[in-house]
């Protein structure tokens, strides 16, 4: 045994001496590594996306499909919410039912499809057609 490798002598034990120093014991040590890091206080686990579309999908398709009145449009619409409210449920503060976030987010993203669409003139192609032979 080597002097460093000896137990004080002076009736204090190395524990006392490490608290002293400012240096973790090695069981605090080992208990952190093994456990991860110190935890501060840890976010409830968020819920599996499958679970999200499990309880909200068919609603929201429902309400969708009534304001588009098209399948596939409800279908987009419907999705493209699921998958924006599940990419922002960190950011949800739990005042309101998660279902009525997801009520609210479809609701915007509709008008803000409405409001794409109005700026958009669509000219058919016949009107097109008759403009470059010159007569209609």
């Not at 009534?66 to 596939?72: D, E, K, M, P, Y």
């Not at 924006?84 to 005042?95: C, P, S, T, V």
């Not at 509709?110 to 016949?126: A, D, E, G």
């Given at each position: 045994?080597?002097?460093?490798?000896?137990?004080?002598?002076?009736?204090?034990?190395?524990?006392?001496?490490d608290?002293?120093?400012?240096?973790?014991?090695?069981?605090?040590?080992?208990?952190?590594?093994?456990?991860?890091?110190?935890?501060?206080?840890?976010?409830?686990?968020?819920?599996?996306?499958?679970?999200?579309?499990?309880r909200?999908?068919?609603?929201?398709?429902?309400?969708?499909?009534?304001?588009?009145?098209?399948?596939?449009?409800?279908?987009d619409?419907?999705?493209?919410?699921?998958?924006?409210?599940?990419?922002?449920?960190g950011?949800?503060?739990?005042?309101?039912?998660?279902?009525?976030?997801?009520?609210?987010?479809?609701?915007?993203?509709?008008?803000?499809?409405?409001r794409?669409?109005?700026?958009?003139r669509?000219?058919?192609?016949?009107t097109?057609?008759?403009?470059?032979?010159?007569?209609?």
């Amino acid at each position: 045994m080597t002097p460093s490798d000896e137990p004080p002598s002076d009736g204090s034990s190395s524990r006392e001496l490490d608290a002293e120093a400012g240096v973790e014991s090695l069981e605090t040590w080992v208990e952190t590594r093994v456990a991860g890091e110190p935890q501060v206080e840890a976010a409830p686990p968020s819920p599996d996306f499958d679970e999200v579309v499990r309880r909200h999908g068919r609603r929201l398709y429902v309400l969708a499909f009534r304001l588009t009145g098209n399948r596939a449009e409800a279908e987009d619409l419907s999705q493209e919410t699921l998958v924006r409210g599940y990419l922002a449920i960190g950011r949800f503060r739990g005042e309101a039912d998660f279902y009525t976030y997801l009520y609210r987010a479809l609701l915007n993203l509709w008008k803000n499809q409405i409001r794409s669409r109005r700026r958009w003139r669509f000219v058919p192609f016949s009107t097109c057609r008759g403009a470059e032979s010159g007569g209609p």
